[in-house]
């Protein structure tokens, strides 16, 4: 990544949070006209995608296993990004994908992508979904015995045997056990593998979880604990097994890390009446006022991490369990690694773009700026984007400087598209274009929704070498 600073000068937090580059984006950023034709061709707010780096981000992590002569297979978390796109590279490039939901399942198979290549975690299953599955040879993840009698139901139906992994729970890292509301406790393994031996229309082919959070030790502990429960129900014959690790793997979004311990500083004293807001109504995000205990947490994603990606992984390769590391562990148990990143392999794909509708005060003088956008647009589980958007200017006719808060389209007094103050120092004008930065791993569309009937923004892919052309996605069509 690369970062020019002219497209930062005419937008940034009052104290910035300035987001990681991909040259694709510096390019389409300098690129004025590009941007005004693909918004007036696409309409705005518009997803403009790049698969380059997605790419990228595949064989780095392909190439980061492959050091460990480790059997592996990412399944790719398609539910951080719905775009057909990635599916077909993913497809091309031989790796699995992780879907979500009978959509995500079915829209899969249409595109090619072999069913051996899929899994199914979502979170509730019901009998279409799980039909769709055994048909299609996807390997279906079950996390309760509700799930299994129903695929035990549809499986006796079907010609064919059912592909199975059980998802797991109860995992305790020095002495404190790891919640999750998903899985079977792991020493409910043994009785399921044994029920589904017996019956002989499922066959279990792996074990699975997804835990929550970014934490390598967290990993870590999870495989130690599963590694001896495989050697239990694998029994002698040990065929084909997958050991899934699920997603989580952690990435950076802030051009220089460090800015965000400013900013966390700045908003602290903000909070403590030291300095003027750097947040509408001076709200914390999360964060308690006032010093000692805990200070708690921004409620963000976590923009600002140094072990990330590949580095995250081979921390986990290479800790110890015993005398051997988790690679030895898993290359003797010949078990295939498999994980199922979704935000990491989407880093540096995608930028949203709209429109500046208006500039005014609010009730208490302060500027507002509206967005033709909607907060879903630019969020996924976090309540705050905590990254600065950039502004491309819609013509060379500025103003005075403007400090104040970015409004999105629905008609609450919560819709800030950010709770952090920006500052335009050459004003800020209708026909202004806002870019929201990196978005293509959940932001654009985990929650994104029509509610006032507003179409959802579109999304189209340009290329890296900068031609002109730009396609729309298939999801779109
Ligand atoms: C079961 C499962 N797998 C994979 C993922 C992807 O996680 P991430 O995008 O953080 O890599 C999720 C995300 O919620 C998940 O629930």
């Given at each position: ?87 077909d590279t993913a497809r091309d490039m031989g790796i699995g994908i992780d879907t979500a939901s009978h959509a995500e399942v079915e829209q899969c198979l249409a595109q090619g992508v072999p069913g051996h290549r899929i899994v199914c975690t979502a979170a509730v299953k019901d009998e279409p979904l799980m039909a769709l599955c055994a048909a299609g040879g996807v390997t279906v993840i079950l996390d309760n015995f509700d ?331």
């Amino acid at each position: 990544m690369s970062a020019s600073s002219s497209i930062f000068d005419y937008c940034q937090g009052v104290v910035p949070l300035r987001p990681r580059l991909e040259q694709w984006m510096v390019d389409l950023l300098e690129n004025r006209p590009r941007l005004q034709a693909l918004t007036a061709e696409f309409g705005a707010p518009l997803n403009i995608q790049s698969a380059d780096p997605f790419q990228r981000n595949i064989t780095a992590l392909t190439e980061c296993v492959d050091d460990f002569d480790l059997p592996f297979l990412p399944m790719f978390a398609r539910k951080a990004n719905k775009c057909l796109t990635y599916v077909d590279t993913a497809r091309d490039m031989g790796i699995g994908i992780d879907t979500a939901s009978h959509a995500e399942v079915e829209q899969c198979l249409a595109q090619g992508v072999p069913g051996h290549r899929i899994v199914c975690t979502a979170a509730v299953k019901d009998e279409p979904l799980m039909a769709l599955c055994a048909a299609g040879g996807v390997t279906v993840i079950l996390d309760n015995f509700d799930e299994l009698a129903l695929l035990e139901g549809v499986a006796k139906d079907g010609g064919q045997v059912v592909s199975v992994g059980l998802r797991l729970n109860g995992f305790v890292r020095n002495g404190a056990p790891l919640y999750s509301r998903f899985g079977f406790p792991l020493d409910q393994v043994p009785g399921i593998a044994a029920r589904l031996a017996g019956a002989g229309k499922l066959r279990l082919d792996g074990l699975h979880f997804h835990l929550n959070g970014y934490s390598a030790e967290d990993r870590i502990a999870a495989i130690s604990q599963t590694l001896p429960l495989i050697a239990e129900i694998r029994g002698a014959d040990g065929g084909d097994f997958f050991l899934d690790i699920g997603g989580g793997i952690p990435m950076n979004y802030l051009a220089d890390a460090g800015q965000w311990n400013d900013w966390l500083a700045a908003l602290d004293a903000a909070l403590a009446g030291q300095r003027a807001p750097i947040t509408q109504h001076n709200d914390s995000l999360g964060r308690k006022a006032g010093s000692g205990g805990d200070a708690g947490s921004v409620d963000s994603y976590p923009v600002a991490q140094s072990l990330v990606q590949t580095r995250w992984v081979r921390q986990i390769l290479n800790a110890t369990d015993g005398d051997r590391t988790i690679a030895a562990h898993l290359r003797e148990a010949k078990v295939s690694l498999h994980c199922e990143p979704g935000r990491s392999l989407l880093d540096g794909c995608g930028v949203t773009v709209a429109r500046v509708a208006f500039c005014k005060q609010d009730s208490a003088g302060v500027p507002v700026i509206g967005v033709q956008m909607n907060r879903t647009q630019s969020r996924s589980g976090f309540a705050e984007f905590a990254l600065d958007p950039m502004m491309v200017p819609g013509s060379d006719q500025r103003g005075a400087a403007v400090e104040g808060y970015l409004a999105g389209t629905y008609c609450t007094e919560s819709e800030w598209l950010t709770r952090r103050k920006m500052v335009f120092p050459h004003g800020v004008r209708p026909g202004d274009l806002m870019i929201f930065p990196n978005t293509a791993g959940y932001l654009m569309h985990f929650l994104e929704s029509r509610s006032h009937q507003f179409p959802l923004a579109r999304n189209v892919f340009v290329q890296a070498d900068a031609t002109d052309s730009a396609t729309l996605d298939h999801i779109d069509r």
